[in-house]
């Protein structure tokens, strides 16, 4: 991957990445892997207020992790856009394990030394869960082939927090570790461009405008 300081000269596949509208559990901010919890009233407010801002981009394809909660909101998008929504496993949350439905108090109450390991090593994973090390290979995988799918176009991707985090640490080059330093909205936008010669690009993080 080019590191340079010089302009691509390429036209980038856009990834917009908006991140699924307010659920039960993100309101008390407990962990939400892959349980399959639905948007609350708020939450599909949030999804339509999204699909509203992106009404006037360009966007050429819609891709959704398989989750209810990315999938509802996608819906809103794509009634808007008048596209279809494309599920892609590559991009559903972290598997959070035994911590599902915790708040991080209570799983450390219940596991001290095991959160203490996580939140200082992104290869350590939870009980029965994922690693954020593991996470970073399949969302790199995952990107890799939606650009090949789709390269020079732009594309809707409604995910959830540590894919988008994942991206934009990716984007950045920075280390795994940066997943811990950024924080993500609910029905947030956040902008990756993907050069075919090589680097990505951060143009936005955590855009909440839409939801004012």
């Known amino acids: 991957m080019s590191t340079g300081w ?4 390429t036209s980038p596949t856009r990834l917009l990445l908006l991140r699924h509208g307010q659920t039960p559990l993100s309101v008390e901010r407990r962990f939400a892997g892959r ?15 999204a699909a509203r801002r992106l009404a006037g981009r360009g966007v050429d394809a819609i891709v959704s992790s398989p989750l209810l909660r990315t999938r509802s909101t996608a819906e809103y998008a794509a009634e808007a856009l008048g596209l279809p929504v494309e599920a892609d496993d590559g991009f559903v949350e972290t598997d959070f394990g035994a911590w599902e439905g915790m708040t991080f108090a209570e799983a450390r109450e219940h596991d001290p030394v095991a959160v203490d390991r996580w939140v200082s090593d992104p290869r350590a994973a939870p009980p029965g869960g994922e690693a954020f090390a593991s996470v970073s290979l399949r969302v790199g995988a995952a990107r890799d082939a939606l650009v090949e799918r789709y390269r020079g176009r732009t594309v809707l991707v409604v995910t959830h927090v540590t894919p ?3 991206l934009v640490q ?16 609910t029905a947030s936008l956040t902008e990756v461009d993907v050069y075919a010669d090589g680097p990505m690009v951060m143009r936005a993080f955590n855009d909440t405008s839409h939801l004012a």
Do not use: C, S, W
Not at 6 to 9: E, F, H, I, M
Not at 173 to 183: I, K, S, T
């Open 164 to 166: 988008i985090k994942t």
């Open 170 to 185: 990716q984007a950045l080059l920075a280390p795994v570790q940066a997943l811990y330093r950024m924080h993500l909205d």
């Open 6 to 9: 010089g302009a691509p000269d």
């Open 35 to 49: 349980g399959d919890v639905p948007l609350t009233e708020a939450g599909r407010a949030q999804a339509a207020a």
